[in-house]
């Protein structure tokens, strides 16, 4: 019964390579995000989905691309990955878009490119 | 600088009280919020306040808003070893979809 999950929680892959993390919530909230957390635990916003409606793009390289079937989920997906995208990637949702409430946030998706 | 600061790191014994700081600039903040992310977790919410409240206690953790000097503290009476984690600092605005969040500090508990 895990409000927010991503899967896979770890990820190993070369340079050049294609993959995708996905996000699922069962919490009937209407916004869901990706955040990316760098080695020094900073947590920067890539992209917001509210009812499957792309409402926040960050300035992310156009390799990194959301897909937002259905409120309950949101996937990413990442192109031609490249050593500087090793991260922790997380997926987050919330009631609605600029709610007060915070955020309920998965457990990451570490991702180490070699 | 940035827009929400912490320090890095905060040792304390078992049973003391724990205080993580925190200031941002913008005074147009709304919400100011703590989270907690334990090894391998994602972020926790554990409390939030809003920018009209000075105190706000839950338990073991208290948290004051100075909004003149735009400084958030989250106080953890009887911190615990299971309290060690990072705790992040986070500020949205009225409207605004997305908080900024602070750079964590790291509360590290020991007997």
């Known amino acids: 019964d895990t409000a927010v999950s991503q899967t896979p929680k770890y990820l190993v892959t070369q340079m050049g390579n294609d993959k995708s993390i996905k996000c699922e919530q069962n919490?009937?909230?209407?916004?869901m995000y990706w955040y990316k957390q760098d080695s020094k635990k900073f947590l920067k916003i890539m992209f917001s989905y509210n009812n499957k409606e792309l409402i926040i793009n960050e300035t992310v390289p156009n390799r990194f691309s959301p897909k937002s079937p259905d409120k309950a989920h949101l996937n990413l997906h990442i192109n031609s990955l490249e050593l500087g995208d090793s991260a922790v990637y997380f997926c987050?949702?919330?009631?609605?878009?600029?709610?007060?409430?915070?955020?309920?946030f998965g457990s990451g998706t570490r991702l180490t490119v070699v | 600088g940035e827009d929400v600061e912490q320090s890095l790191f905060l040792s304390v014994r078992e049973g003391d009280s724990s205080v993580i700081n925190c200031t941002y600039t913008?005074?147009?903040?709304?919400?100011l919020y703590w989270y907690k992310q334990e090894p391998g977790a994602g972020l926790q919410l554990l409390t939030y306040?809003?920018?009209?409240?000075d105190m706000k206690q839950d338990q073991r953790l208290t948290v004051l808003l100075n909004k003149k000097d735009k400084h958030l503290s989250l106080r953890i009476a009887d911190t615990q070893t299971g309290d060690s984690a990072i705790y992040f600092c986070a500020e949205s605005k009225e409207g605004s979809y997305i908080p900024t969040f602070g750079r964590g500090t790291s509360l590290i508990v020991h007997p």
């Open positions: 919490l009937g909230h209407d916004t």
């Open positions: 306040i809003f920018s009209n409240m």
């Open positions: 913008d005074s147009s903040s709304t919400y």
């Open positions: 987050a949702s919330s009631r609605s878009a600029g709610t007060s409430y915070g955020y309920t």
